[in-house]
């Protein structure tokens, strides 16, 4: 069945940075796009990034633009993303998720369970 | 950016009744619209692409329509199991926006 767990959360400080990585299984990984959507707990979803199945077209909202980038390995099945300049603000779980097509302009129709990023001093 | 505007923010009903719900887009997004449910400590499960496709597994009490700029989740007798949060997004242009949410709750 199609699985996608997040790892990489934690607590840190303003300005740090850090890596969330996102393993998926049950599905042909280079054959979907993938997106980060994130939480703050009681709150709203918020759509982060999403990047195409093969890599090449990747996008950010104007929140996180500059300061995060997606990425991917097919090879291992990986979907990654890294966070720097981190702001108070970006306090939220973040969730990974599967398009359900190759592009990125797709809804999201698998979803793993989260991880949460703390930042604070 | 499309700015989505759900209402109510929070619906009360009792099982059995009918549930709308109602998602107003900030310019025309076509049918380019997904509905989504989530429960509390859970993540999101998608119901409805495309405005009106219910995906894999949805039962068929969920029922989106609308096009262009306003849109609606009906839900058509309410179960237990539906009292959550529901939110649209827009997939038609970036960045991809989700609206603020309607709780329905008993």
């Known amino acids: 069945q199609v699985q996608v767990e997040e790892s990489g959360g934690g607590v840190v400080q303003p300005g740090g940075s850090l890596r969330l990585s996102c393993a998926a299984s049950?599905?042909?990984?280079?054959?979907?796009?993938l997106h980060w959507v994130r939480q703050v707990p009681g709150e709203g979803l918020d759509w982060v990034a999403v990047?195409?199945?093969?890599?090449?077209?990747?996008y950010y909202a104007a929140s996180v633009k500059g300061r995060f980038t997606i990425s991917r390995d097919n090879a291992r099945q990986t979907l990654y993303l890294q966070m720097n300049s981190l702001r108070v603000e970006d306090t939220a779980i973040y969730y990974c998720a599967r398009g359900t097509g190759r592009t990125g302009y797709e809804p999201s129709d698998y979803w793993g369970q989260g991880t949460l990023v703390t930042v604070s001093s | 950016e499309v700015l989505m505007t759900q209402s109510p923010a929070t619906l009360s009903v009792s099982p059995g009744e009918r549930a709308t719900l109602s998602c107003r887009a900030s310019?025309?997004?076509?049918?380019?619209l997904a509905w989504y449910q989530q429960k509390p400590g859970q993540a999101p499960r998608l119901l409805i692409h495309g405005a009106s496709t219910r995906a894999t597994g949805i039962p068929a009490r969920f029922s989106g329509s609308g096009s262009g700029t306003e849109f609606t989740l009906t839900i058509s007798s309410l179960q237990s199991e539906d009292f959550a949060v529901y939110y649209c997004?827009?997939?038609?242009?970036?960045?991809?926006?989700f609206g603020g949410g309607t709780k329905v709750e008993i």
């Open positions: 310019e025309s997004i076509n049918t380019i």
């Open positions: 049950g599905f042909t990984f280079s054959a979907y796009g």
């Open positions: 990047i195409s199945s093969d890599g090449t077209n990747k």
């Open positions: 997004q827009q997939y038609n242009n970036w960045p991809l926006t």
